[in-house]
C-alpha cells in the first residue's frame, strides 16, 4: 500500500528537477537537454499516474467505500483552531485523479513533441509538472484549506502558462488577466472559508476535530444551516472564477494565448472543472440552500447557452473551443447545481476527454500549419493529417452529443436529470445549447478538414506532420471518447448506470416522475434527433452551401457583430469596473487619501511636528558634547531618585 | 565583614567616576576610557549580584558586556583615528561641524 | 583577611579609576585604567568568578588598553593637544551636585541594608559551569556576540582605512 | 607560608640562574653557527675560562658598574617603570608551570607549582598579552621616534600573534579538556605518542612560531630592528635598566620554553618511565645514574688531562690560561672517584618511599629543565638561522596563514573527536 503523498510528490519533484534544468540552463546559450526534459517530464506523471491506480485500485476492485485518509503532519495549531495537513483518497477523489494524472500524462507526452525546439522547454515542463502537482493537491486535499493550496496552485500556474510567451505582451497581458479574474473569484472562496471558520470554531468538538476536513463540515453541517446560502454562493463565486462561469469566464478565452496542449490540460480537461469538484464535494453544503442550488443551476444553464451562442460566430479554433468548453462547464454546473453530481462527474470526465483530445488536435492542425489559428485559412487538411482528422472528428461527434459516443450520455443524463428535477427553463436553455454545441463544432471541422484548402502553398508544401508522439496521445483519448460512456449508461436505455451506483454522490432533492423510465427514452430520443439535425444542417451549410452561409451573415449582420464581439463583454466591463476602478483609484486613492492624508498630514505632519519638538531641544545643544553627557546623566540620576523613592 | 553593599557602592563610586570623566573631559580617548569604566561598574555589580544570588547569570551577562566592550573598542578607535586623520583633533569641543 | 583584601583592592580601583579621569596625558590615563582593571579583577575573583577574573585581564587589560595605548602612540599627541580647555564653574558645580546626588541616591539605597553573601558550591565561576551555562542556556546570545564581533572588526577595518 | 614564599622564589631562582647560561649559549651558539670560536678570553685568576662561560659574570659586573642615564624630557615615571614591568611581567608566569608530579608528602599534597590555578592557561594567556606594555611603556616614555616605532610594532605584532597562540591552543585544550596546566602535562602520559607535538602537530607549529613573536625573538624581532630602528624601544635605556629588558627577552625565552614543552612536550613526564615506576625503583635509578655519571667524569678527566699533558708536552706555557685543561681535567677524574666512593657506599642500601619521592621530583624537575634548555637553545638556533621579515609579512603570515590555519586545525580536530 503506497502511501498517498507519493503522488503529489512525483511532479513537484519533477517540477524541481526541471526547474533547475532551467535555471541552469537560463543564462546559457545553449539549450537545456531536451531528450532529457522531455524523459523526465513524462516519468514523474506517469508515476504519479501508477501511484494513483495502485490507491484506486480497492476501490475499484475490492468494493471499498471508506475514504482512505492519510495525515502527514500537522498544519497549524493556534487556540482551538488546529489544521492537520491531510490527503483524502475516496471514490470521487479517485475518479478525478485517475482523469487528472492519466490525461495529464498523455498530454505531458503530446507536449514533448508540440513544444520541441522552443527555447522554454524546460521552464515549460516544469510548470506543467508544478500544476500536475497543485491540481492533485487540490483533488486530494481533505480539508478546505488544503484544496485551497491546490486551488491557488493551479492558479499560479495557469497565470505561468498562459503568459509562458511573455515577450508578446498581448500574452503576458492574457496571463494577467486570468490572474486577476481568479482573484476576485478568490476572494470569495475565502470569504467563505471565514465563515464556516467563524461559526464552526464556536463549536468546540468541531473545532477539535479541524474544522475545514470535509468529515467535520459533513458532521456538523447542521451548525452552518443559517448562513449555508451565503456560504455557497461565495463558494460558487470562487468556483466562477476558476470554472469561467458568468460572470466571470472572460478569462479563459484569452487564455488561448498559451501553448495549445496547456489549454488542453488546464482550459478544458483539469484545472476548469476544479470549481466542479468543489461543488461536487460540498453537494451536503448546498443541499442545505435550495437557493445556491438554483443559482448554480441557472448560472450554468445561462453560461451554457450564452458561449455556445458566441462560439458560432468565432474564426479563431481554438476560441471557438474556449466558448465550447465554457458552455460545457456550464452543463457540469447545471448537472452539479440540480444535485445530480454523478451527472456533473461524468460529463466531466468524458468532457476532459474529447476536449483534451479535441485541443490537442487543433494543437497538431495549428502545429502543422506554422501557427495559423484562423479556421477561414484552412479546409480540406482531411488528406494532409489523417489522424489528426479521425480523432478530431470522433470527439466532435462526442461533444455533439450523438450516440453512442461519449459525449451523448454524460450530456443527456444531465438533460434528463434537470428536467425530472423540475428545472425545466435550465433543461430548455440545455437543450438547446447541445443543438447549437453540435452546430458551430461541426462548422468548425469542416471548415477544418473539409472543403477545399484555403491554405497558401507555401505552407501546405512545408506542412508539419505530427510526430507519433503527438499522434498516439490523440488516439489514446479518442479511444476513451468513444467509449468512457458506456460507464454511464441510464438503465433507461438498458444499461445500468455503473458510475451512478459506484459514486454514488447524489445530492438536492430526487423527484422521480412515474412514467419515466419511458419519457426518459423519449428525452434522449428528442435530443439524439436535435444533435443529429443541428449536426446534418451545419455540415450541409459549411461543404456544401459556403455562399448560402454567407448571405444569411448578410441578412443578420447586426447580430453577427454582436455575436463576433462576444456580445461586446470585455468592453462592457472594462466601461464597468476596470475604468471605474482605476479611476477611484488614481484619484481618491492615490490624489487624495495617499497624496493627501498619508502624505500630507502623515509624513509632513509628523516631520514638522518632529522639526519644531527639534528646534525646541536644539536650544539645549549647544556644540559642548559633554553637556550632553550631563543631561544624560541628571537624567538617569532622576531614575534612580524615582527608584529609590 | 563584607557583603553585597559594599561591593555595589564601590560600583557605584566607579560608575560616578565614570560619569565624572564622560562630563570633564574633552579628550575623546579619555571619554572612551571613562565608558569603559562604567561598563566594568555595571560588571562589577553584575557579579556580586550572582554572587549574592548564587546565580551564574550574572558572570554571563558581564561576560557579554566584555564582548560588547571589546567590540566598542575597536569602532571607536577606529572612529578616532578617523577623526584624527581628517580633522587633526581629538578634542570633542573642536568637532563642531554641526554647530551653525 | 577577606576584608583587608577587599579594602585594599577596592581603594586601588577607586584610586586608579580617580586616576583616568584627572591625568593630563592619555597614556597616564590608560595606565592607571590598566591597573584599575587589576583591581576589579581581584575584586571578581575574590566573589568566586575566577574565569570573568581572567577574562577581565586577558581581554580588558591584554587586549582592550593595548589597543587604547597603541592608539594614543599612533596618534601621538602634542602638548597643544592634551591641554584641555577648562569649563565654566558653574557647570563644574552643576556636575558635582549631580554626581553627589547619585552617590546619596545609592548610599540610602544600601544604609539599612546588610546583605550576607551565602555559602556556594565549590565550583561556581569556575571556567567549566560558566562554559555550560554559556553554551546551553545563552547560546543564542554568545552567538549574537560573535557576529557582534565579527562586525566590529569590519567596521574598524573599514573605518580606519587610508582613504574612506 | 615558608612552602609559599619558597614557591615564589624557585622559580625566580632558577630564572635568573638559567639565563647567564642562555647568554653564554647565545654567544657560542652564534660562533659556531657562523665559524667563528666566540668569546673565550675573560677568565678566573686567569686560568679558568669555563670556554667563555665567565663572560656572563663580566656582563653582570659590567651592566651593574655602568653608568645609569636618564635621558632629558622622558615620562620619568614610565621610563623608569618600562623595564621592571617588562621583567615582572616575564617572571609571573612560572607561578603556573608545573616542575614535576605532585606528591603526598606526610599526608599533605604537594604539588610543584606556585599556584595550581583551574584558569592556569588562560592565566598564561593573559600575563603574556601584558608583556606588551612594558615594551609599549619603554617606547613611548622614551621621547624618541625610534622608541615610538619600536612599541607600535612590538604592540601590532603582540596581538596579531596573541589570536594564534590562542586558537592553537585552544585545540589543545580541546583533547586535554581541561585549562588546567598540571592536568594538561598529566594527560599526555610517559607514552611519548601521547604527547600533544604528536596529536597537534599543526598546533604545536603554530603555537612555537606564535612563541617567536611573542618573545621578539628573530625572525620577529622587529621591535629591535637594529638596521632599521636603531635598537627600537630600549634604544634609550643603559645599564641596569638596559639589563633588565635584556633579561626579561630571555625570561620570556625561557618561560616560551617552559610553556611549549609542558603543552607539548609532556612537560616533567620522563618518557617511558612514569612516576609510579620511579617511586618504586628510585633506588636502582639513582645508582645507576651515579654509575653513570662517574664513568662520565671519569672520560672527560681523562681527556681532559690528555689534553693539558699535550700543551705540556708542546711548551706552550705563555698563557697561563693553558693550564685550565689539566686543573679541570683533575677536578673531574676527582668528582669521577668521589661518585664512584658514594655509589659503592649507597649501593646495598634500600631507599625509603619519601627519599624515593625527592629523588623521583628531582628526576622530573631534571627532565623538565632539560626540555626547557633544549627549547631555549632552539629559539638561539632559529635566531641565527632565519633573516628577519618584513612588517607587512609579518602581519600578512600571522593574519592571512596562520590564523587560518590554526581554525582550520580547530575545526579538524573538533571533527576527528566527534567521530571518535
Known amino acids: 500500500m503506497y502511501p498517498l503523498y507519493l503522488i503529489p510528490l512525483m511532479p513537484l519533484i519533477g517540477a524541481v528537477i526541471n526547474g533547475m534544468i532551467a535555471l541552469a540552463f537560463a543564462r546559457k546559450s545553449s539549450k537545456a537537454p531536451e531528450a532529457l526534459v522531455s524523459f523526465l517530464a513524462v516519468l514523474f506523471p506517469l508515476a504519479s499516474f501508477a501511484f494513483v491506480l495502485a490507491a484506486v485500485w480497492p476501490f475499484l476492485f475490492q468494493d471499498v467505500s471508506a475514504p482512505r485518509i492519510e495525515t502527514l503532519f500537522q498544519w497549524m495549531a493556534s487556540g482551538n483552531f488546529k489544521l492537520d495537513f491531510a490527503l483524502r483518497m475516496d471514490r470521487l477523489s479517485a475518479i478525478m485523479a485517475m482523469v487528472v494524472t492519466g490525461v495529464g500524462s498523455l498530454i505531458h507526452i503530446y507536449s514533448t513533441g508540440y513544444m520541441r525546439g522552443d527555447k522554454g522547454f524546460a521552464r515549460y515542463f516544469s510548470y506543467l509538472n508544478l500544476f500536475l502537482f497543485a491540481m492533485i493537491l487540490l483533488i486530494l486535499g481533505n480539508n478546505l484549506l488544503v484544496l485551497f493550496i491546490g486551488w491557488e496552485g493551479v492558479g499560479l500556474c495557469s497565470y505561468l502558462l498562459i503568459g509562458f510567451w511573455f515577450e508578446d505582451p498581448a ?475 | 565583614m563584607i557583603g553585597l553593599q559594599h561591593y555595589l557602592i564601590v560600583s557605584a563610586i566607579l560608575f560616578a567616576i565614570g560619569m565624572a570623566g564622560l562630563i570633564l573631559r574633552r579628550n575623546i580617548l579619555v571619554i572612551f576610557m571613562s565608558i569603559e569604566l562604567l561598563l566594568n561598574a555595571t560588571n562589577l555589580s553584575f557579579i556580586a549580584f550572582s554572587r549574592f544570588r548564587g546565580d551564574m547569570g550574572g558572570q554571563v551577562a558581564s561576560f557579554f558586556v566584555i564582548a560588547v566592550a571589546a567590540a566598542e573598542a575597536a569602532v571607536g578607535l577606529a572612529i578616532v583615528i578617523a577623526i584624527f586623520r581628517n580633522r587633526g583633533t581629538v578634542k570633542i569641543n573642536e568637532l563642531d561641524l554641526m554647530k551653525n | 583577611m577577606e576584608s583587608i583584601l577587599f579594602y585594599i583592592f577596592g581603594g586601588l580601583t577607586v584610586a586608579t579609576a580617580l586616576g583616568v579621569v584627572f591625568f593630563r596625558n592619555p597614556i597616564s590615563s590608560a595606565a592607571s585604567l590598566v591597573l584599575s582593571f587589576f583591581g576589579i579583577a581581584a575584586l571578581y575573583a575574590m566573589l568566586n568568578a575566577h574565569f570573568l577574573a581572567v577574562i577581565q585581564v586577558l581581554v580588558y587589560a591584554g587586549a582592550i588598553m593595548v589597543l587604547f595605548i597603541f592608539v594614543i602612540m599612533l596618534l601621538n599627541l602634542q602638548a597643544d593637544e592634551l591641554h584641555e580647555k577648562p569649563f565654566p564653574k558653574i557647570y563644574l558645580l552643576l556636575t558635582g551636585l549631580v554626581l553627589l546626588a547619585f552617590l546619596f541616591a545609592f548610599a540610602q539605597l544600601f544604609q539599612s541594608a546588610q546583605w550576607i553573601f551565602p555559602p556556594i558550591s565549590e565550583s561556581f565561576g569556575s571556567i567549566k559551569a560558566v562554559g555550560r551555562l554559556l553554551f546551553t542556556e545563552y547560546l543564542v546570545p554568545f552567538e549574537y556576540s560573535s557576529i557582534l564581533l565579527l562586525v566590529a572588526v569590519i567596521a574598524g577595518v573599514v573605518l580606519a582605512k587610508k582613504e574612506l | 607560608m615558608i612552602l609559599i614564599l619558597a614557591k615564589i622564589l624557585v622559580p625566580f631562582l632558577i630564572i635568573f640562574n638559567i639565563i647567564p647560561v642562555l647568554i653564554w649559549l647565545e654567544r657560542k651558539g652564534s660562533a659556531y653557527i657562523q665559524d667563528r670560536r666566540g668569546p673565550n678570553r675573560a677568565s678566573l685568576f686567569g686560568v679558568i675560562r669555563l670556554g667563555g662561560m665567565i663572560h656572563s659574570l663580566a656582563d653582570v659586573i659590567k651592566l651593574l658598574m655602568k653608568e645609569d642615564i636618564m635621558p632629558a624630557r622622558v615620562n620619568k615615571f614610565f621610563y623608569v617603570l618600562a623595564p621592571f614591568t617588562a621583567m615582572t611581567v616575564a617572571c609571573m608566569t612560572f607561578a603556573v608551570i608545573p616542575f614535576a608530579a605532585p606528591m603526598v608528602w ?315
Open chain 1, 171 to 645: 500574452k503576458a497581458s492574457a496571463g494577467k488577466k486570468a490572474f486577476i479574474v481568479n482573484r476576485i473569484g478568490d476572494f470569495g472562496f475565502l470569504f467563505a472559508l471565514f465563515i464556516i471558520s467563524s461559526i464552526l470554531l464556536k463549536n468546540s468538538d468541531a473545532a477539535s476535530s479541524g474544522i475545514f476536513n470535509f468529515a467535520t463540515l459533513e458532521e456538523h453541517k447542521a451548525l452552518l444551516a443559517p448562513m449555508a446560502t451565503v456560504i455557497c454562493l461565495l463558494l460558487f463565486l470562487g468556483a466562477c472564477g476558476k470554472s469561467a462561469q458568468i460572470p466571470l469566464y472572460v478569462w479563459l478565452p484569452d487564455a488561448m494565448a498559451g501553448p495549445t496542449p496547456v489549454s488542453a490540460l488546464i482550459h478544458a480537461a483539469t484545472m476548469v472543472t476544479a470549481g466542479v469538484y468543489m461543488v461536487a464535494r460540498l453537494s451536503f453544503l448546498y443541499d442545505l440552500a435550495p437557493f445556491a442550488r438554483e443559482v448554480v443551476a441557472s448560472v450554468g444553464a445561462i453560461t451554457a447557452f450564452f458561449a455556445a451562442t458566441i462560439g458560432l460566430a468565432q474564426r479563431d479554433i481554438k476560441k471557438v473551443l474556449a466558448y465550447s468548453t465554457v458552455s460545457q462547464l456550464g452543463f457540469m454546473f447545471l448537472g452539479v447545481g440540480i444535485g445530480a453530481n454523478v451527472a456533473g462527474i461524468f460529463h466531466l470526465m468524458t468532457h476532459a476527454f474529447f476536449k483534451a483530445c479535441l485541443f490537442l488536435g487543433s494543437g497538431s492542425v495549428i502545429h502543422a500549419l506554422h501557427g495559423e489559428q484562423d479556421i477561414f485559412k484552412m479546409g480540406g487538411l482531411r488528406k494532409h493529417l489523417p489522424v489528426t482528422f479521425w480523432t478530431f472528428l470522433i470527439c466532435t461527434i462526442a461533444i455533439a452529443g450523438i450516440p453512442p459516443f461519449a459525449g451523448f450520455f454524460s450530456k443527456d443524463e444531465i438533460l434528463w436529470q434537470a428536467f425530472s428535477r423540475g428545472y425545466t427553463l435550465q433543461w430548455a436553455l440545455a437543450f438547446a445549447t447541445a443543438g447549437i454545441t453540435a452546430f458551430y463544432m461541426f462548422r468548425l471541422v469542416s471548415l477544418t478538414f473539409f472543403g477545399k484548402s484555403r491554405v497558401d502553398h507555401h505552407t501546405l508544401e512545408h506542412l508539419h506532420k505530427p510526430s507519433f508522439t503527438m499522434d498516439f496521445p490523440l488516439i489514446i483519448l479518442a479511444l476513451l471518447a468513444m467509449t468512457a460512456g458506456f460507464l454511464g449508461v441510464p438503465e433507461a436505455l438498458g444499461g445500468h448506470n455503473i458510475l451512478h451506483h459506484w459514486l454514488n454522490l447524489e445530492g438536492g432533492v430526487v423527484s422521480e416522475h412515474a412514467e419515466s423510465e419511458n419519457f426518459e427514452r423519449l428525452l434522449a430520443g428528442a435530443s439524439v434527433g436535435w444533435a443529429v439535425l443541428c449536426t446534418s444542417i451545419s455540415l450541409f451549410l459549411f461543404t456544401k452551401k459556403w455562399n448560402a452561409v454567407g448571405r444569411f451573415v448578410e441578412k443578420v449582420k447586426g447580430a453577427y457583430t454582436l455575436i463576433y464581439h462576444k456580445y461586446y463583454v470585455d468592453e462592457i466591463y472594462d466601461a464597468l469596473i476596470v475604468r471605474p476602478v482605476n479611476w477611484f483609484s488614481r484619484v481618491i486613492l492615490w490624489k487624495g487619501v495617499d497624496a493627501g492624508v498619508i502624505d500630507g498630514i502623515g509624513v509632513n505632519g509628523s516631520a514638522k511636528a518632529t522639526e519644531f519638538l527639534g528646534r525646541l531641544f536644539g536650544l539645549l545643544q549647544n556644540g559642548m558634547a559633554n553637556s550632553y553627557a550631563l543631561y544624560f546623566v541628571m537624567g538617569m540620576v532622576l531614575i534612580v531618585w524615582w527608584i529609590v523613592h
Open chain 4, 106 to 420: 606526610e599526608g599533605v599534597n604537594f604539588s610543584f607549582q606556585a599556584a595550581d590555578l583551574n584558569a592556569g592557561i588562560l592565566y598564561i594567556l593573559a600575563i603574556s598579552s601584558l608583556g606588551v606594555f612594558g615594551i609599549m611603556l619603554a617606547g613611548w616614555s622614551s621621547n624618541n621616534k625610534y622608541t615610538l616605532l619600536g612599541g607600535l610594532r612590538s604592540s601590532a605584532q603582540m596581538i596579531s600573534y596573541e589570536i594564534v597562540m590562542s586558537l592553537a591552543i585552544i585545540s589543545v585544550l580541546m583533547m586535554g579538556g581541561s585549562l588546567e596546566l598540571s592536568k594538561v602535562v598529566e594527560d599526555q602520559s610517559v607514552n611519548l605518542l601521547h604527547w600533544n607535538f604528536v596529536r597537534q602537530p599543526v598546533a604545536c607549529l603554530l603555537f612555537t612560531v606564535a612563541m617567536f613573536a611573542e618573545t621578539n625573538r628573530l625572525p620577529f624581532d622587529l621591535p629591535e630592528g637594529e638596521s632599521e630602528i636603531v635598537a627600537g624601544y630600549h634604544l634609550e635605556y643603559s645599564s641596569m635598566k638596559f639589563a633588565l629588558f635584556f633579561m626579561a627577552e630571555y625570561a620570556n625565552m625561557i618561560i616560551a620554553s617552559a610553556v611549549i614543552s609542558s603543552l607539548f612536550f609532556g612537560g616533567w613526564q620522563i618518557p617511558f618511565a612514569s612516576t609510579d615506576f620511579l617511586r618504586a625503583h628510585a633506588g636502582e635509578v639513582l645508582k645507576i645514574l651515579l654509575v653513570v655519571l662517574a664513568i662520565g667524569h671519569l672520560c672527560a678527566g681523562l681527556g681532559l688531562v690528555k689534553r693539558g699533558r699535550k700543551n705540556i708536552k708542546a711548551k706552550k706555557w705563555g698563557d697561563r690560561g693553558d693550564y685550565e685543561a689539566l686543573i679541570l681535567g683533575m677536578g673531574a677524574l676527582g668528582g669521577a672517584f668521589l661518585l664512584a666512593g658514594i655509589s659503592a657506599y649507597i649501593w646495598p642500601l634500600i631507599f625509603t618511599a619519601k627519599a624515593s619521592l625527592i629523588i623521583t621530583a628531582v628526576l622530573q624537575v631534571g627532565c623538565f629543565l632539560t626540555k626547557v634548555l633544549f627549547f631555549c637553545w632552539v629559539f638561539i638556533w632559529v635566531r641565527w638561522t632565519l633573516p628577519r621579515f618584513r612588517y607587512d609579512q609579518l602581519m600578512k603570515l600571522g593574519w592571512k596563514y596562520m590564523m587560518p590555519v590554526s581554525i582550520i586545525n580547530i575545526f579538524a580536530t573538533g571533527a576527528v573527536m566527534l567521530v571518535k
